[in-house]
């Protein structure tokens, strides 16, 4: 096929493959979506650690957060736990007293992109000399530094006690499969391994100048995953650009997503069922491959009729990888990304098929089944119906009947945290505690000025799950009142008033349920008439305790027509009917059936 020829067969092509990818949900409307409810996600998980006190600050990566996935790929869930409790130098003069203070130190076992970290004192800016407990790591040298065994001993030891399934991949463990959890600190300074990715020459305008210094500020965390082939890789922390690598992912547009999504797809589909288990092209090398091919190809590259050029580019890029040996990182200097996941023979293999692939100009994209893709194509290009194609609206509110699930699921999840905390409290303790988090001053997360987003999501979070704790206060409180036969103050009525709406149903039913223990049956009647009328057909119950998975149950289908018509915030408080909880510091605002309910379990059965 001369290049004439071939160029106009690609300009068609992009066409219908771009109306395929968005049939399955990659639009700017649906990648929007998708990252801003788990930038909600991430703020509310950060916010809710901060309350009661903890040094943690969550951040979601991954495909689910930057949007590049589809129903069928079964992306799973990828969070990054900092603990900014934990300074890290890079040189001692960052010493600070009372803190846990580590040393990086690039030690000679090191490879690229990893460090040891030597156990400082908290007194004095001088070496640990004594091991203070079994983390503590003793060299040959004499020197202490920390292992990275830590989290996953606490996870494997948290799921054999509550009887929980266990997962793990490479640094990242959980007892979900859907989720990847991974334990971090944040470097102080940026390490000289990103210096080069600052300074060199670059023949387009990409990333500009000002990202390069936003991405500068962001810095990097050290993970506890040692090199594949090192003999201490207990002992290594591994560098990782995740927040520059967000940041570079969110100022690319739809084009970039489709063609990073068609790649992944091929990867999933295509190329590691043919490596056979023989090695493993991974979401990783693909998105390595894209973000050099926008910083080297020129922007007119990336429009809608070049889409198949650009992935043939990125596929390129793969092969060459492959007969260097040498898959570079985009931003960590002398780093090789196949270290550990192909080998010499597997790369031949690999070469093989990205050779298919490039030469038969994507045709193997008509076999990729996840999502329908090649039977969307084959649709665009003979029009004959294919009966088993999800429509494309009804695609869009899967997605979005997903995400706002997940995200009021996730919410109530928060409340539940901290009410957690709240156990074995006496009422009036309750009150105490629960006000306390309504005056402490905000806690500032670890925030950069470029997040403007997050810093209004972080002000919202605060505002809304305040709303639900208010409840719980509102409710103590009367209950107090009622076990005493006092009469309830202003400051009750005001803090159930500042309760209502957190949802359709939940606050209003305390409400009701505390007037009629009170004895204001009308009052308590009126309110439940109010909440019957506008529990309608597009509202969907959803349940903190655990019976409304997102991940299990599918929405009801009025309820995902209806978000699907709404903006990009998914969490619609209007449409979702949590359920009512009590604490047993509020047992007197309970009618008697439910409270018989709540003191009935004895011994064993608590």
């Known amino acids: 096929m001369n290049r004439l020829v071939s160029g106009r067969f690609y300009d068609v092509m992009s066409l219908r493959l771009i109306e395929a990818l968005e049939e399955m949900g990659v639009t700017e409307l649906i990648v929007g979506r998708r990252r801003h409810m788990f930038l909600q996600e991430e703020s509310a998980r950060s916010v809710t650690l901060r309350l009661p006190g903890a040094t943690v600050v969550l951040y979601h990566f991954g495909s689910m957060t930057e949007g590049t996935t589809t129903p069928g790929m079964g992306s799973d869930i990828d969070i990054l736990g900092c603990d900014d409790g934990v300074n890290i130098m890079s040189w001692w003069p960052e010493w600070e007293r009372g803190r846990d203070n580590l040393l990086m130190v690039k030690h000679e076992t090191c490879s690229p992109q990893h460090y040891r970290l030597h156990e400082a004192r908290d007194d004095q800016p001088l070496p640990l000399t004594q091991p203070y407990n079994e ?63 600052f300074t060199r020459s670059r023949l387009r305008n990409w990333p500009t100048p000002e990202m390069l210094q936003v991405a500068r500020e962001l810095g990097c965390f050290l993970i506890p995953d040692g090199h594949c082939f090192s003999e201490y890789s207990s002992v290594e922390w591994r560098i990782s650009p995740s927040r520059i690598e967000r940041h570079l992912m969110f100022s690319m547009g739809i084009i970039h997503t489709q063609c990073y999504v068609t790649l992944k797809l091929l990867k999933k589909d295509t190329i590691n069922p043919y490596l056979k288990g023989n090695g493993k092209l991974t979401s990783f090398h693909c998105k390595t491959a894209l973000l050099y091919a926008r910083e080297q190809l020129l922007h007119e590259m990336w429009t809608a009729d070049h889409l198949f050029d650009c992935i043939i580019y990125c596929l390129t890029l793969l092969r060459g990888w492959t007969t260097s040996g040498h898959c570079p990182h985009y931003i960590m200097d002398k780093v090789n990304l196949f270290d550990g996941k192909l080998n010499s023979k597997q790369r031949k293999r690999l070469r093989t098929i990205l050779t298919i692939i490039i030469d038969t100009h994507l045709a193997p994209l008509a076999s990729v089944k996840t999502d329908h893709l090649g039977d969307r194509l084959l649709h ?140 204001d049956l009308q009052l308590a009647a009126d309110v439940l008439e109010d909440v019957e009328r506008r529990y309608d057909n597009t509202v969907q119950a959803i349940c903190g305790c655990g019976r409304m998975d997102p991940f299990k149950r599918k929405p009801h289908e009025a309820f995902t027509e209806a978000v699907n018509e709404e903006n990009t915030d998914v969490l619609s408080t209007n449409r979702v009917a949590y359920c009512v909880r009590f604490l047993p510091q509020e047992a007197f605002c309970v009618p008697p059936i439910l409270h018989y309910e709540m003191v009935r379990a004895v011994g064993d059965e608590l």
């Open 380 to 519: 665009n290009v003979y029009t004959v119906a294919i009966w088993d194609m999800t429509p494309r609206r009804a695609v869009y509110q899967g997605i979005t009947g997903f995400l706002s699930v997940y995200g009021n699921f996730s919410q109530m999840k928060h409340v539940g945290f901290l009410l957690y905390f709240a156990i074995g409290r006496s009422p009036d303790e309750l009150c105490l505690y629960l006000h306390s988090l309504f005056t402490q001053p905000p806690q500032q997360l670890h925030r950069h000025r470029s997040e403007q987003a997050l810093f209004r999501l972080d002000a919202v979070n605060r505002e809304y799950i305040f709303r639900h704790l208010q409840q719980h206060l509102a409710s103590t409180a009367a209950s107090i009142c009622l076990q005493h036969g006092i009469q309830m103050g202003n400051s009750i009525w005001s803090w159930y008033g500042a309760a209502m709406n957190t949802d359709v149903a939940s606050s209003w039913l305390k409400l009701a349920s505390m007037l009629y223990c009170k004895g």
């Open 135 to 197: 983390y503590c790591v003793t060299d040959h040298d004499g020197k202490i530094y920390k292992s990275n065994t830590k989290f996953e001993h606490l996870m494997r030891r948290g799921a054999a006690i509550n009887n929980a399934p266990y997962f793990h991949a490479g640094p990242a463990h959980s007892w979900s499969e859907m989720y990847d959890v991974v334990y971090a600190y944040r470097c102080r300074t940026l390490p000289t391994e990103c210096d080069s990715w």
